[in-house]
């Protein structure tokens, strides 16, 4: 009798979409896909991820990602009595813009942005540097995350036409 209520189970959560968290396929529409990037390492667990979801990596693909821009700053949020700071925000954006191998922008330019907030103690400064390099790759990680999340749900009508491919002539039609 278990038996059958956990495949009742497994079919009901199958027929509803459900999917584990992180679980994506890459449409066939992004397939295949070239990534682009200045930052080597960023580029790297990309393509990592996209292998994940079952995409395609080509370097002559009809379509690129094109990982524009990476930037981190930091930002003193509260000072203490000494007027010395207390806390940080950490800024993190990911820019990045899907193009037509032709160069033409397939949709407009897209940011991620995160943030973090920690708490800086001027006693102990050489763990809260590790602990800001940890911050840092843990935002770096998780809008990698978000970006293959959004790829994920790219459809073809959110794509503008690449201007450098002649548009498809109909076919004639049969007049009486």
Known sequence: MRLVWLGLLTIALSACGFHL???FTLPPLLQPLAVASS???LEER???GIQRMGGQLSADAPLQLHLNRETVTRQTSTVDRFAKAAEY???YELTYQLKYASGVPAQ????IR???TYQFDNTRIVGKFDEEATLQEDMRQQAITQLLTQ???VQASALSPDATTPPATPAPSAQP
């Open 21 to 23: 968290r992180g679980q």
């Open 39 to 41: 930052v080597a390492s």
């Open 46 to 48: 990309v393509n990592a």
């Open 89 to 91: 925000t950490l800024f």
């Open 108 to 111: 407009p330019e897209r940011s």
């Open 114 to 116: 995160l943030q973090r």
């Open 151 to 153: 790829l994920s749900r």
